[in-house]
């Protein structure tokens, strides 16, 4: 069964800073990966995926993460961060083949965003 | 703008009540999910429907817990008799063509079982 494991519970970065957010997940095969982003109080929103291609994808709001097979890892940047993204930041995995529909989601990881 | 909504947003109850939290998945979308978010354990699939039909709910203690599509506009979650251990955030979610395309959160339900 696939896993994820977001090694930061909680990371405080200054506005501007640059800014990533770390994601390893284990499955057999290659997964679909995504990151969303909940905001207090909030649902979760997705910001970006991947599924195959180009191992470098874009989001929204500025987010781009990279695939590395051999790391087994998506990490999620951002060059330069914003106090709105002050949220909990979660990586999901997703099977492929049978029950794809289903993502296994990380814990989370809290981003405080310092003036 | 399309989204998926819960009622109701917070709900207060004493252990042993029954408790029934709602959702309206996006109008069109045919998968809905229904996840339960704590501290400890983070965000938990509990059980997912596909056209309305149950496809997993591995995730749901079934003594007490059950989850129903009574249309494609209304998905229920019911807990029966509830414990302080249920306390946590309930989100619904729905999508189309998944996983290519995006879940949906609702805002979620937060319950509370004293």
């Known amino acids: 069964a696939q896993s994820v494991t977001q090694p930061d519970i909680h990371i405080t970065v200054s506005e501007g800073a640059s800014l990533e957010l770390r994601c390893n997940y284990s499955?057999?095969?290659?997964?679909?990966l995504f990151w969303y982003v909940q905001s207090p109080g909030q649902g979760l929103q997705l910001l970006l995926k991947?599924?195959?291609?180009?191992?470098l994808v874009q989001g929204i709001k500025g987010f781009e993460a990279e695939f590395k097979r051999s790391q087994s890892s998506f990490n999620l940047r951002k060059p330069s961060v914003h106090w709105s993204d002050a949220a909990e930041y979660f990586c999901?995995?997703?099977?492929?083949?049978?029950?794809?529909?289903?993502?296994?989601f990380g814990k989370g990881t809290k981003l405080t965003v310092n003036p | 703008d399309a989204r998926v909504t819960q009622t109701p947003r917070h709900k207060v109850t004493e252990m042993g009540q029954e408790v029934t939290m709602r959702c309206q998945p996006i109008?069109?979308?045919?998968?809905v999910f229904w996840y339960r978010q704590t501290m400890m354990q983070g965000l938990e699939l509990l059980a997912y429907?596909?056209?309305?039909?149950?496809?997993?709910d591995s995730g749901m203690p079934k003594d007490r817990f059950s989850a129903e599509m009574p249309d494609a506009t209304l998905a229920t979650l019911k807990i029966q008799p509830s414990e302080p251990r249920d306390s946590a955030v309930y989100f619904c979610?729905?999508?189309?063509?998944?996983?290519?395309?995006?879940?949906?959160f609702g805002p979620g339900t937060r319950l509370t079982v004293l």
């Open positions: 979610a729905s999508g189309l063509r998944l996983p290519y395309n995006e879940q949906f």
């Open positions: 499955y057999g095969a290659t997964p679909y």
């Open positions: 991947y599924f195959s291609g180009d191992t």
């Open positions: 999901a995995v997703g099977a492929t083949g049978g029950g794809s529909e289903k993502l296994v």
């Open positions: 109008l069109g979308h045919n998968t």
């Open positions: 429907f596909r056209n309305r039909a149950p496809l997993d």
